[in-house]
């Protein structure tokens, strides 16, 4: 099953009825992408089919995976421009049964105290038992060494749990996740835990956020927030999530901060900013739903980049139709970040600085 078919059979079918009802007949076909016809640019998407990106920079390179469903893929590429270019490798296969083995979702690649570690969303093909899980590689390269399974990331009350991500801030390491409250599939949260290790959870959960305003609930059943990533710039700590469901053209992503100084496991040291949401659709350009995203710096560290997916065409869901693309993005005179909207699929735009 691919990343994120989690909504119940019901919603489902009230969506498609909904759609035939009132749209007609949606053409689902990708646009025809032109080559680039200026030196030094390139055209989203990066990668045809590629949902819940995650990028890490490398020194000079960039290691990106993203879901597959079934396995754990790492591409190694100097230039993110042309990552459907850079070499592949699949790192880690799950077992043929057991409560990791099935609906393998966004792997997120983290270099600590000189080690590899993959989180990663896993089942048994059920999606209610839905956990995170570690993968550990002690080798300095991680295409080289042994990818060792560390278990299920024993995280605190044992709900259901997707997207998690890891961070460190001020010295200590902290995890954060999309969960349940109980052990019904109500309403995914946003939650924070501190990590002793690794794949040590060491202190209770704690709330940071619920899917309360329109654009988060977005009429969707259940509710949703999920895909946290951090960013950290000067004195703030930014945490970005998508919400609205994946299901949904509404899928957009939004933003909470902190200041640097203060406890990130004290829901109260955190605020939304009154601008979210800060990245939606654009229709006119072939961007559908546009989430669940990730942070790299270009090769001369002089520029950011979100890296997101998006749907080529409307209503087309949590599949595989979802691309992956990026752009750059700009800061504010208060420090924060400026998205713009997700760009035109047959825009050409300047590659990274230094690539």
């Given amino acids: 099953m691919f990343r994120k078919y989690r909504c119940i059979f019901i919603v489902s079918c009230a969506v498609s009825l909904f759609v035939s009802c009132s749209s ?23 990668m045809i089919s590629g949902a819940d990106p995650w990028v890490y920079k490398n020194g000079n390179e960039y290691l990106v995976t993203f879901t597959t469903g079934d396995n754990i893929t790492l591409i190694r590429t100097e230039k993110m421009s042309e ?39 896993a089942s048994d093909g059920d999606n209610k ?18 990818w060792i399974d560390k278990g299920e990331l024993k995280l605190p009350d044992d709900k259901w749990a997707i997207d998690g991500t890891h961070i460190e ?13 109980g052990d019904t599939n109500v309403s995914q949260n946003l939650y924070i835990a501190k990590l002793e290790t690794p794949f040590k959870v060491s202190t209770e959960r704690v709330c940071l956020l619920k899917p309360i305003e329109p654009w988060e609930t977005n009429n969707t059943n259940p509710l949703v927030l999920e895909a946290p990533q951090f960013l950290i710039k000067d004195n703030k700590i930014f945490l970005f999530y998508s919400a609205g469901g994946c299901w949904t053209d509404g899928y957009s992503i939004g933003m909470i901060s902190m200041d640097a100084s ?17 990245f939606t659709s654009n229709t006119t350009g072939n961007s559908f739903g ?13 520029e950011d980049w979100i890296l997101y997916h998006a749907n080529p065409q409307p209503e087309q869901g949590c599949g595989e ?21 997700p760009e035109h699929l047959n825009k050409e735009i300047n590659i990274p600085a230094g690539e």
């Fill in 262 to 278: 203060k406890n990130p496991l004290d829901v109260n040291s955190w605020s939304r900013t009154k601008n979210n949401p800060l």
């Fill in 24 to 46: 007609g007949q949606i053409n689902n076909e990708s646009p025809k992408i032109d080559p680039p016809t200026k030196p030094n640019t390139f055209k989203n998407p990066i």
């Fill in 169 to 181: 801030i001020n010295n200590e390491y902290y995890f954060a996740w999309s969960g349940w409250a």
């Fill in 290 to 302: 546009p989430g669940h995203n990730s942070f790299f710096k270009s090769l001369n560290g002089k």
């Fill in 129 to 146: 038992n839905h956990k995170m899980w570690v993968l550990e590689n002690t080798s300095q390269d991680p295409f080289q060494g042994m």
């Fill in 321 to 341: 139709n979802r691309s992956m693309r990026m752009q750059q993005f700009t800061w504010d005179n208060n420090g924060f970040p400026v998205f713009g909207i």
């Fill in 83 to 121: 990552l459907k270019n850079g070499t592949k490798k699949i790192i880690w296969t799950p077992p043929s049964s057991g409560f990791n083995s099935k609906e393998i979702w966004a792997p997120e690649l983290h270099k600590i105290n000189g080690k590899w570690y993959v989180y990663y969303a």
